[in-house]
Structure formats: structure tokens, C-alpha cells
T-cell receptor, first 112, second 119 residues
Framework: LAKTTQPISMDSYEGQEVNITCSHNNIATNDYITWYQQFPSQGPRFIIQGYKTKVTNEVASLFIPADRKSSTLSLPRVSLSDTAVYYC?????????????FGRGTQLTVWP | DVKVTQSSRYLVKRTGEKVFLECVQD?????MFWYRQDPGLGLRLIYFSYDVKMKEKGDIPEGYSVSREKKERFSLILESASTNQTSMYLCASNVIRTSSGRPNTDTQYFGPGTRLTVL
């Protein structure tokens, strides 16, 4: 079970790029780094996943260095609607039980 | 789109009452989960189920039970509600394997949550 560490909170202004770093020193070979986003009064939703190097989709980019002991979620040009809690997880994709281990996440607040 | 629905958004019960929280998913997913979420504690897994009539304890099963009689429905039961069970309850589901046969254990789909208050 890989434990993740991420900042409790971050603040930004509209239009800025936000980078949230997560450390996972005990990551295993089968583990993928996965990020979820949770808006107030909603359940979390999957936003991005990667194994190494860089992954980009329409929502975010994920940067993973070669040693995979940390990762950075990058949100380009944030808006007020990006205010949410962001969870970093490491997921064993070899497991069929589907368990996820959520930490406390990072509360991102975007100001006008 | 995958849809996970929960029977109530808000629920108020009294101490000692039996409480049923219902969750239904429409994507034929094998796995279903119940979490509770409290300020400063993140999401904690209560129970999960990987098949009909199968259940596994999560990290905090005490005071709860579950029922999965049909694949699409997973119920969380508080046999005798207590004030420390006041919380946000979230249901989720996912599929074991994708159509290509690879395991897909990462993308869980969550319902909107039920905010339960026990007085």
C-alpha cells in the first residue's frame, strides 16, 4: 500500500497555471499514479492517470519523473470552476478488487 | 455515461434508528463501494462488494452492514444509528476488466453522496 503525501491546500488566481505535487516514495512496479477531483457536494471523479513521463488530456497534465517517487498534476489557466479537492492515489492495476486509497487531498481555491 | 445514483441527498435520523442507504449503478459493474467522508479525514472505505451476495470489509466497517442482492444495487445499513455516524456517504462502482481483458481497477464512478445527520 503506497502512501501519498500532498499539500493540504493551495491558492491561485484565475488564468494561472497550478502545479500540485504528490510524493509516493514506496510506489510499486504495478502502481499507476491517478488523480481524482471532487467539487463541493459531489463525489470524486477521475481526471488523469499515468505510469511514467508525461500524460496530457483535456483537463490536465501529469508529470512523472523517472524514479516515479513523485508526480505533479498541472492545471493550465485555472478558472473559478477549478476550485475543488484534488486527490493523488497510487493504484495497483494488477489487482482485480478495485480498491482505492484516498488521502485527505489538496484543497485548491481559485480567486478572481 | 456511467450513472451512479443514491436514494437521498440529505437524510436526518434519530439515534437508534435503522437507516438504509441505497445505491444503484446502470453500467453492469461488478465492484461497488461505500465510503464515508468527514472533514480532515478524506474518504474512508466502509465496505465493498465484487459480486452479487459477496462483500468485503473496508477500513471502518464497525456499525455498518451491507447487502447486494442484485448486481446493480448495493445497500448500506446502519443497524442502530449513532451521532458519530453523521457524515457524507458516497457510493462508487467500477468494472473489473475492460473489453480488451485488461484489469481496470482505477476509474471508480461515484454517486452524488448522501449527507446523513443523526440527532
Amino acid at each position: 500500500l503506497a502512501k501519498t503525501t500532498q499539500p493540504i491546500s493551495m491558492d491561485s488566481y484565475e488564468g494561472q497555471e497550478v502545479n500540485i505535487t504528490c510524493s509516493h516514495n514506496n510506489i510499486a512496479t504495478n502502481d499507476y499514479i491517478t488523480w481524482y477531483q471532487q467539487f463541493p457536494s459531489q463525489g470524486p471523479r477521475f481526471i488523469i492517470q499515468g505510469y511514467k513521463t508525461k500524460v496530457t488530456n483535456e483537463v490536465a497534465s501529469l508529470f512523472i519523473p523517472a524514479d516515479r517517487k513523485s508526480s505533479t498534476l498541472s492545471l493550465p489557466r485555472v478558472s473559478l470552476s477549478d476550485t475543488a479537492v484534488y486527490y493523488c492515489l497510487v493504484v495497483d492495476r494488477g489487482s482485480t478488487l478495485g480498491r482505492l486509497y484516498f488521502g485527505r487531498g489538496t484543497q485548491l481555491t481559485v480567486w478572481p | 455515461d456511467v450513472k451512479v445514483t443514491q436514494s437521498s441527498r440529505y437524510l436526518v435520523k434519530r439515534t437508534g434508528e435503522k437507516v438504509f442507504l441505497e445505491c444503484v449503478q446502470d453500467m453492469d459493474h461488478e465492484n461497488m463501494f461505500w465510503y464515508r467522508q468527514d472533514p480532515g479525514l478524506g474518504l474512508r472505505l466502509i465496505y465493498f462488494s465484487y459480486d452479487v451476495k459477496m462483500k468485503e470489509k473496508g477500513d471502518i466497517p464497525e456499525g455498518y452492514s451491507v447487502s447486494r442482492e442484485k448486481k446493480e444495487r448495493f445497500s448500506l445499513i446502519l443497524e442502530s444509528a449513532s451521532t458519530n455516524q453523521t457524515s457524507m456517504y458516497l457510493c462508487a462502482s467500477n468494472v473489473i476488466r475492460t473489453s480488451s481483458g485488461r484489469p481496470n481497477t482505477d476509474t471508480q464512478y461515484f454517486g452524488p453522496g448522501t449527507r446523513l445527520t443523526v440527532l
